[in-house]
């Protein structure tokens, strides 16, 4: 349920259209809760290869933005032959945001080495007023130190999102008898976008159980290692993470 919050429904057309939610981050929000139940979640098709929404297939994105060591980072470069998790959001965001980043960071605690090895979660900030680098570098850690975060400014990072049919982040003022110090609230797409082998994508929205992320990411991972696009060598290439 959204209670102060807003959120904001809008369709993302890559051929096969999906639901996203643009949303104000909120405290009412419901959350995805944990599950060792491997049933596909409401709404899928028990058949499906995949949990995620598989998208129109297409090249990674091709942008780059500053690390939280300020040095650059091309998205497409860095993350060849690795299995790629893209997600747009902010730090004072006090749930949808963190209950994505801890959940995939319990998945990947449990996924084998060799598995775990071949997957980059990049994090874009929405909100690079109060992101700072150090801001960014501490929050990150506190789910996983490899997860990678970027910044830019908001014309960049807006442009790459709609590059991805993906809506714009916007900044929403908090009720004035919530308000503390000028805080606002920043609007921003949900879902975590996978960039696969062979130009696959898929998106995974809010509400993604673990138990999805555990049957995905293996699949995803082995579909990379077999194809022939995928880089002898590719998972032991240097990672940046946000504790470097």
């Known amino acids: 349920m959204i209670g102060a919050g807003r959120a904001i429904a809008r ?7 999906i639901l ?22 409401p709404g899928t098709d028990a058949a499906a290869r995949y949990r995620g929404v598989v998208l129109q297939s297409g090249p990674r994105p091709d942008f780059t933005l500053s690390d939280v060591d300020g040095k650059a980072f091309s998205f497409r470069e860095e993350t060849e032959g ?8 902010y730090t004072n965001c006090p749930d949808i945001c963190p209950v994505h980043m801890a959940g995939i960071a319990s998945v990947l605690r449990d996924l084998p080495w060799e598995v775990g090895d071949r997957i980059r979660v990049v994090f874009v ?5 109060r992101d700072t680098p150090e801001r960014m570098r501490e929050w990150l850690s506190g789910f996983d130190a490899r997860f990678i975060g970027l ?3 908001m014309e960049a990072v807006n442009r790459i ?14 009720p004035s008898e919530e308000a ?6 920043v609007g921003h797409a949900a879902q975590v976008l996978v960039f696969g082998a062979g130009g696959l994508r898929l998106a995974y929205p809010f509400g993604t159980r673990q138990a999805d992320w555990k049957h995905d990411l293996p699949l995803l991972v082995s579909e990379l290692q077999a194809s022939p696009e995928s880089p002898a060598g590719a998972g032991a290439s240097s990672a940046r993470s946000g504790s470097d």
């Open 11 to 17: 369709s993302l057309s890559m051929a096969t259209t």
């Open 20 to 41: 996203v939610t643009l949303v104000a981050c909120n405290t009412g929000s419901e959350v995805a809760r944990d599950t060792e139940d491997d049933t596909p979640s």
């Open 82 to 89: 690795q299995l790629a998790l893209l997600f747009f959001g």
């Open 125 to 129: 900030s929405t909100d690079p007023e």
């Open 151 to 153: 910044r830019g400014d």
């Open 161 to 174: 999102q709609a590059e991805l049919a993906l809506p714009p982040a916007v900044r929403l003022a908090v």
């Open 180 to 185: 503390e110090g000028g805080s606002y609230e």
